[in-house]
């Protein structure tokens, strides 16, 4: 079992900047990919961005050139950085491991955390 705890989310006006962290209870090493998702109201989640093991990020086209993904390993944390937020950037923000264990990709959510882009 796998525990994600996020922090990071608030309150920000458009133009701002936010980091959200996610804390993992095991070994990053033994996690493939961490990944951050969104879900605003009445929409599905989506990816927002991911990074493997090996520190090679991918994101979603919407946010390209304005959140940067980051791991720390020592640290067991995944972290977000968000810059020049737009009100459309507003949505609940989901930490997400993949750990792949005994022949299966398994994955594990953190609780959740509120991103409000608004003047």
Avoid: H
């Amino acid at each position: 079992q796998v525990q994600l705890v996020e922090s990071g989310g608030g309150l920000v006006q458009p133009g701002g900047s936010l980091r959200l962290s996610c804390a993992a209870s095991v070994s990053m090493f033994s996690i493939s990919v961490m990944g951050w998702y969104r879900q605003a109201p009445r929409k599905q989640r989506e990816l927002v961005a991911d990074i493997g093991r090996g520190g090679a990020p991918n994101y979603t086209d919407s946010v390209k050139g304005r959140f940067t993904i980051s791991r720390d390993n020592a640290k067991n944390t995944v972290y977000l950085q968000m810059d020049s937020l737009k009100p459309e950037d507003t949505a609940v923000y989901f930490c997400n491991a993949r750990l792949f264990v005994d022949g299966t990709w398994r994955n594990y959510w953190g609780q959740g955390t509120q991103v409000t882009v608004s003047s």
